[in-house]
């Protein structure tokens, strides 16, 4: 009997390791860099979230998104109205 409830727990323990396992590897991509989902940002979505972190008086982070606006899209309407 004792073999048989070590063995449960062994079961039981190995189960529960590949649970947290999957959990956390999985978990990883919940919780994506915000640069990596603004890579295929257009300008007129670079304009609009940082005029809204502006309008918030988040002012380093709207600061930050002009310049990345300003950056990759130097010569467009977006990007002058940023300067």
């Known amino acids: 009997n004792a ?7 062994t079961r039981s323990v190995t189960a529960l390791a590949w ?3 999957a959990l956390a590897l999985g978990g990883c991509g919940l919780f994506k860099d915000k640069t990596e989902s603004m890579k295929d940002w257009t300008a007129a979505q670079y304009y ?3 005029k809204e ?3 918030n ?5 709207a600061v930050k998104l002009y310049e990345q606006l300003e950056s990759k ?5 977006f990007a ?3 300067q």
């Open 3 to 9: 073999k048989e409830t070590g063995f449960a727990m």
């Open 48 to 50: 609009a979230a940082a």
């Open 73 to 77: 899209y130097p010569f467009g309407r």
């Open 57 to 61: 008086n988040n002012w380093e982070a």
């Open 53 to 55: 972190e502006f309008d």
């Open 80 to 82: 002058q109205q940023a």
């Open 19 to 21: 649970l947290l396992l």
